[in-house]
T-cell receptor, first 119, second 112 residues
Framework: AQKVTQAQTEISVVEKEDVTLDCVYETRDTTYYLFWYKQPPSGELVFLIRRNSFDEQNEISGRYSWNFQKSTSSFNFTITASQVVDSAVYFCALSEAGAGGTSYGKLTFGQGTILTVHP | DAGITQSPRHKVTETGTPVTLRCHQTENHRYMYWYRQDPGHGLRLIHY???????DKGEVSDGYSVSRSKTEDFLLTLESATSSQTSVYFC???????????FGPGTRLTVL
């Protein structure tokens, strides 16, 4: 069965610090997809990134970057020069492709990491 | 933003009463999902649909049923609400099983 672990329950930083959110996953599938979502205090879930298991290239988007390492089953998320607006709960999630796409895209989420950025 | 709405956005009900939550999309996506969010658990899948009248159970389906008679609507029903079903419920849609899921604004349900 698939599993996602976000070991950091809460992280507190001061503005402009860099912060890394950890995500470790378990799956038996060779084809799978990893996601990060942001949930700001307003409560909506905002999609940040999707990666497939065959693409291990790191990705950078502005102050956000993601490090995908299949060897350690990790998909970590780094915010550079954090800002107060980055304060949110961040979720890592996994879906397996399944044989013939039989997983139906069911997402398994980690428990989330609460990030607080202080001015 | 994906066109997803959920109704109601907030509801307070009493134990034993039936409750139906509605998810409506304007994207014509085939896949729709219901998740619940509880502290310490992240989001967990309740039920999902892969087409009109095609639905199946997720991880935490006990006490819930769903229906999808039209592409755009996915209903979640609590036949007899219990306090353990107090939660925030999110609907999500995706074009395909490997595509990104986009979430609705959520419904906060309180069962007294």
């Amino acid at each position: 069965a698939q599993k996602v672990t976000q070991a950091q329950t809460e992280i507190s930083v001061v503005e402009k610090e860099d912060v890394t959110l950890d995500c470790v996953y378990e799956t038996r599938d060779t084809t799978y997809y990893l996601f990060w979502y942001k949930q700001p205090p307003s409560g909506e879930l905002v999609f940040l990134i999707r990666r497939n298991s065959f693409d291990e290239q790191n990705e950078i988007s502005g102050r956000y970057s993601w490090n995908f390492q299949k060897s350690t089953s990790s998909f970590n998320f780094t915010i550079t020069a954090s800002q107060v607006v980055d304060s949110a709960v961040y979720f890592c999630a996994l879906s397996e492709a399944g044989a013939g796409g039989t997983s139906y895209g069911k997402l398994t989420f980690g428990q989330g990491t609460i990030l607080t950025v202080h001015p | 933003d994906a066109g997803i709405t959920q109704s109601p956005r907030h509801k307070v009900t009493e134990t034993g009463t039936p409750v139906t939550l509605r998810c409506h999309q304007t994207e014509n996506h085939r896949y729709m999902y219901w998740y619940r969010q509880d502290p310490g658990h992240g989001l967990r899948l309740i039920h999902y649909s892969y087409g009109v009248k095609d639905t199946d159970k997720g991880e935490v389906s006990d006490g819930y049923s769903v229906s999808r008679s039209k592409t755009e609507d996915f209903l979640l029903t609590l036949e007899s609400a219990t306090s353990s079903q107090t939660s925030v419920y999110f609907c999500a849609i995706s074009a395909g099983p490997t595509d990104t899921q986009y979430f609705g604004p959520g419904t906060r349900l309180t069962v007294l």
